[in-house]
């Protein structure tokens, strides 16, 4: 009877060792699967957002209405991404980045103005103006869009 008892008090640290590793890749696990699920919202948010700034730049470098065709509808796309990820946007730069994009949408009035501008013989001081205010619009997106990767990055803890 002793011998048993001896024996079972041996087998069990090694079965709390068993059991202990198990729970420990158990949550080892689940802190890889949510992982996983944040590095994936945080890339789509981030891949609508650069998006955005590719057709942005397209447009700045010239005014077509095949390119205001295509920012119009990245810039809803954005927008609804930004929707769908602002729990994992800081509040600041949420805030931010909805101001910029309800300004996008002057951008966007600003470059069809420009297209049917130049259509038209006008003082170069009011297109000179349009542009210089789509510009600062654009600079500050990509500002924001830099200091949000950053954050991103530290979030995933990447680099």
Known sequence: ??????????????????????????????????????????????NDLVELQIIAGDLWEKAQSSKMKNFISQLKRTKNSIRKYSLIIEENDYQELIKILNSFENYQVGKEKLIKLRNINLPNEI???????????????????????????????VG
Do not use: C, H
Not at 20 to 30: H, I, N, Q, T, Y
Not at 131 to 149: A, F, G, S, V, W
């Open 1 to 46: 009877m002793v011998t048993v008892i001896v024996s079972l008090i041996g087998i069990i640290p090694t079965i709390l060792l068993l059991f202990w590793g198990w729970k420990s890749e158990l949550k080892k696990e689940r802190a890889l699967k949510y992982y996983d699920l944040q590095f994936e919202q945080y890339n789509k948010l981030w």
């Open 127 to 157: 297109i000179s103006e349009i542009i210089k205010n789509n510009k600062q619009l654009k600079e500050k997106y990509d500002e924001l869009l830099t200091k949000i990767r950053k954050k991103l990055k530290k979030q995933l803890k």
